[in-house]
């Protein structure tokens, strides 16, 4: 078929594609080259395996013709064979969220039309009802899967490959579409980057081996990590969900080259790293040191973090900027100088540009939004022509990020809707305020947003997380604040809470923090 990522794994054949391990063992599958998610699997595997998966999609159609599949399935093997076996049968891939309750599943099923589910047998309570609801085919990943693997549609590279759902935070989650041509330059261009190995590889380098333990309805899973490790012909070892103790023993074992997590998975990390013996930490940081690259993004990295994390691992965290609309636009460099707070320059076949209110362009150290062309950018909101052509200003894709050009490198300074706050007359980024808060010894993590307010428009608010029991007044916040703010950037009222609310992703809902204090 033309589909060129299955194209590479036939060329990848044996070689171990995923390694699944601390995965309960399935129902036995016939014609299955192995039938449990707790071992490892070959690019042959795979192939067979989707190839199965597609012929059952079809059943007597000869192509899906890009109807959408929404599949519900925790990571591994299975997760893998799925997206390809919808790929494969010529359809749409909708993952869904496994953590995410009946409403929001039933809002992508029913705003994607969806007209088949795949559920894994956990899910069949909340998915099977679903799908009778709306009468839409069920199908269970226990099903047998068919031994004749009939002709598989030619797949042309252009067609929709796949609908991810944005966060939803100014309204509801948006489908965001991507052809396979999209996919395969979102991804190429990460290869050529972060320099992707494989056997194969020129150099004859160390093939790489990656960790994946980040959720799959989200970009940065899905192609960051997964879909770059199988287009290189590297190895993607799979945990079914995070658990730090279980990440730091795979670091242990030395053997994997590549790392990519969200701030709040390294916060994570930092604390069982904290929490361990000596001897124990040494093993630890010399897992780490065997790395040659690891990654942080999806949310902003406290300085604090990025600086304790050097000191465990010896390695200066790699921050990159994308979004599901893009993938990924700026990265900071593989082997020259990073820079703490920044997010480096654009990634090949990638253009970016920042414009003012106006949509002109502005000159280096002026702040103005991010948009973004290259052949990444996907083609559309599913079914949201409006939103469609308002996301797009002559060709160029707008973020609603606002960024700094400083020296070269671009340093984002917030969503232009929630973190770009309009206070007595000044523009002032929440992002700024937030790495100055980090800085108090008693806050462990903070969220700063605009409330609205008639005499300033905005005020500056802060959620807080404490370190400790230590009571902080907003009197005493505010007296330390001022020794290192503009008063008019020093937050007007604070809000203690236990944690702060987040997505499956770990970044911080803003507009719901902004409710705390309404």
């Not at 399935?26 to 699997?41: E, I, K, S, V, Y």
């Not at 996907?378 to 200003?393: G, L, M, R, S, V």
Request: hydrophobic share 40%.
């Amino acid at each position: 078929m033309n589909l060129p990522l299955i194209i590479r794994a036939e060329e990848h054949n044996e070689k171990t594609a995923i390694l699944v391990p601390f995965a309960r063992r399935l129902p036995q599958q016939r014609g299955c080259a192995n039938a449990t998610t707790d071992g490892a699997f070959t690019y042959r595997d795979l192939l067979h395996t989707s190839s199965q998966i597609a012929t059952g999609l079809l059943k007597n159609a000869e192509d899906l013709q890009e109807q959408r599949v929404a599949f519900l399935i925790p990571p591994g093997f299975e997760y893998v064979a799925t997206q390809w076996g919808i790929w494969r049968a010529g359809g749409i891939a909708v993952p869904l969220c496994i953590s995410h309750p009946r409403p929001e599943l039933e809002y992508v099923i029913t705003n994607s039309r969806a007209s088949i589910i795949i559920a894994h047998p956990n899910f069949e309570g909340i998915l099977r009802s679903l799908a009778q609801a709306h009468n839409l085919r069920f199908i269970l990943t226990s099903e047998t899967l068919p031994s004749n693997i009939v002709p598989l549609p030619e797949v042309d590279i252009t067609r929709r490959a796949l609908i991810l759902y944005t966060s939803g935070t100014t309204g509801k989650p948006k489908g965001v579409v991507t052809t396979h041509q999209n996919i395969q330059a979102q991804v190429t261009s990460l290869i050529t980057a972060w320099e992707w190995t494989s056997d194969d590889s020129p150099a004859k380098t160390l093939r790489d081996r990656i960790l994946h333990i980040l959720p799959l309805h989200h970009i940065h899973g899905i192609i960051n990590v997964l879909t770059c490790a199988l287009w290189a012909g590297a190895e993607c070892q799979m945990l079914s969900k995070f658990d730090a103790e279980t990440v730091w023993n795979r670091i242990c074992d030395g053997n994997l080259t590549l790392f990519m997590a969200v701030p709040t998975i390294y916060v994570k990390l930092i604390a069982a790293w904290e929490a361990a013996s000596k001897e124990r930490q040494k093993s630890m940081s010399e897992g780490c040191a065997k790395m040659r690259l690891m990654v942080s993004g999806s949310a902003a990295l406290p300085v604090q973090v990025l600086e304790k994390w050097q000191s465990i691992s010896g390695h200066f965290l790699l921050e990159r900027y994308g979004m599901t609309e893009i993938g990924m636009a700026l990265s900071n460099p593989l082997h020259s100088e990073r820079l703490s707070g920044y997010v480096g320059k654009p990634l090949p076949e990638v253009e970016v540009r920042l414009v003012d209110e106006n949509g002109e362009l502005v000159p280096a150290g002026t702040p103005g939004e991010i948009q973004v062309k290259g052949p990444g950018v996907f083609i559309e909101y599913w079914q949201n022509p409006q939103a469609t052509a308002k996301a797009f200003q002559d060709g160029w894709f707008r973020t609603g990020d606002t960024a700094v050009v400083e020296n070269g490198n671009y340093r984002i300074l917030g969503r232009m809707s929630v973190d770009i706050i309009k206070t007595g007359g000044y523009k002032v980024s929440a992002l700024e305020i937030e790495e100055v808060l980090r800085s108090h010894p008693d806050i462990q993590e903070c969220a700063v947003v605009g409330v609205a307010d008639l005499e300033w428009g905005e005020r500056v608010c802060a959620a807080l997380v404490l370190q400790g029991s230590q009571p902080l007044t907003l009197e005493a916040f505010r007296s330390w604040a001022k020794e290192r703010l503009a008063v008019y950037k020093v937050p007007t009222q604070i809000l203690i809470v236990e944690e702060l609310p987040r997505n499956a992703m770990g970044k911080v809902t803003k507009p719901t923090v902004v409710e705390l204090f309404c």
